[in-house]
């Protein structure tokens, strides 16, 4: 089963070319059920502790939760509104159980390049209706490239959990970015210089990707993208598994001290 859910020869062909594939209608209706009632879940896990500090770093609001040893993204115009989170399969074990299914990990192998991944991080974007805010223009190696060496390998499979339709904030990319290498980014300190500067990139090269729920994209830590605010009347969530090379730590060993506290948001985008 695992050969047959690795890329074909036309999958190869769109990923060298465009820097993403698409495969729609990879997880049924069920699944997206439990999917999202566990997602939904470690959010109300979070919303019952109690806050701490949040830092206003680049286009984001974030709160690093060391008892749950997590990172909490903010909406900035509703800081008591969830955007998102990183680091949560070890707060559900039914998490950690999806981020292991072959459909996820079996087509990453052709991104990474090896015949076997780890996982490295787990990302929850949650685009509340009327409310969910954008994600800013980017490219995920900045974000992972003091933190990892494995940086350049990383593969990241985004399961839509919900429709995504320009209106509430699908997903978009720029085909054939991943080849052009790093972009320039914001003349600014911190967090924001990992940006992409919008006002010296040609954003009418962005494409939107409006899919069904159950559907997931492929791509690598170099494909430019970015989505807009949900503007429509229902949510817009969508759970990303990254994967890397064997032998390679997850993202939360690196990010923890010495005492098993979360010590930089660095990685959450």
């Known amino acids: ?59 984001y609001m974030f709160e690093v939760q060391r008892k749950l040893q997590t990172v909490v993204k903010w909406e900035p115009s509703d800081p008591d ?9 070890h707060l559900s074990d039914k998490l950690h159980r999806w981020a292991l299914d072959p459909r996820f990990t079996e087509p990453c192998k052709d991104i990474v390049g090896e015949d076997e991944v780890r996982l490295f991080t787990e990302k929850l974007n949650l685009k509340r209706k009327h409310k969910g805010g954008s994600i800013i223009l980017h490219q995920d190696f900045p974000y992972w490239t003091d933190v990892t060496k494995a940086a350049s390998r990383v593969a990241t499979a985004m399961l839509f959990l919900d429709d995504a339709t320009v209106e509430n904030g699908c997903l978009e990319v720029v085909p054939g970015s991943h080849r052009e290498g790093l972009q320039t980014r914001r003349a600014v300190d911190g967090f924001g210089s990992l940006e992409i ?24 830590p170099f494909l430019v993208h970015r989505s807009l605010p949900n503007r429509a009347a229902a949510d817009r969530r969508a759970l990303l598994f990254s994967y890397q090379p064997p032998g390679y730590p997850h993202l939360r060993e690196l990010m923890m001290g010495a005492q098993g506290a979360v010590v930089s948001p660095k990685s959450s985008q």
């Open 197 to 220: 500067d919008p006002q010296k990139y040609d954003q009418s090269r962005l494409l939107p990707v409006p899919v069904k729920a159950g559907a997931v994209i492929f791509f690598g």
């Open 81 to 89: 509104l969830v955007q998102g989170l990183e680091l949560f399969a």
């Open 1 to 59: 089963m695992g050969e047959s859910l690795r890329f074909d020869a036309q999958e190869k062909a769109g990923l060298e070319e465009q820097g993403f594939v698409l495969r729609p209608g990879v997880f049924n209706e069920g699944e997206l059920a439990e999917i999202a009632e566990a997602c939904e879940a470690v959010v109300e896990r979070l919303l019952g502790e109690k806050r701490r500090t949040k830092h206003a770093l680049g286009s």
